[in-house]
């Protein structure tokens, strides 16, 4: 299991890093990516942080800690230069907070992600268009399936339309804290009650992999 998106005491989550790896590892997991909110005035701070756990961790643990960043609430003309700038400081995974249904996140945020070659994942996109699921098919953007209370209501729609244009899909939790870390048994749950087989589940486990292998994290 790799989940890539989660949070910790670097924003608003209530995990130090190395209590978030403990806990996944002790689920089963084989990396995290630990994805705290930035915007302007703190990715400089946030990703370099996270980069400095990553490398202080990994050697000592049995999952692999991957040094990420969520673009959150940010105006979408920002989304490009931000999530290039986070490549720079160190951020393997670049998440951008998509348009939930429960948040007032800027419209444009998701077309603002999958046109960015620096994003890799939309997170809880929410009522996402066909172009955009698309455009993000066509780049390669993961798009998120998430057992994230609220963010969870549009899941169905967003594995709807992957399935009509061949997006790849990811299964995330969006972690705050301890409750929100999942068994792969509940991950499994989440992927089909959102719509997905058995193999489609496995399929998006595996986007996850690849993803991690792309950035050159794993093997």
Known sequence: ?????????????????????????????????????????????????????????????????????????????????????????????VVVHGETLVEPVPPGTNRAAVTCPDVDILAHPGLISLEDVRIAADRGVLLEVTSRAGHSLANGLVVQLARQVGAQLVLNSDSHAPKDLVIPAFADKVGRAAGLSAAEVDQARENARRLLARRQVIP
């Open 1 to 93: 299991m790799i989940d890539l998106h989660t949070h910790s005491l670097f924003s608003d989550g209530e995990l130090v890093p190395a209590e978030l790896c403990r806990r996944m590892e002790v689920l089963g997991y084989s990396a995290v990516a630990l994805t705290d909110h930035a915007d302007p005035s703190n990715l400089d701070w946030v990703v370099p942080r996270i980069v400095q756990a990553a490398s202080g961790l990994n050697p000592h643990l049995n999952i692999t800690l991957v040094p990420g960043v969520e673009l959150t609430h940010v105006p979408p003309a920002l989304i490009a230069q931000l999530a290039a700038q986070a490549r720079r400081l160190g951020a393997a995974i």
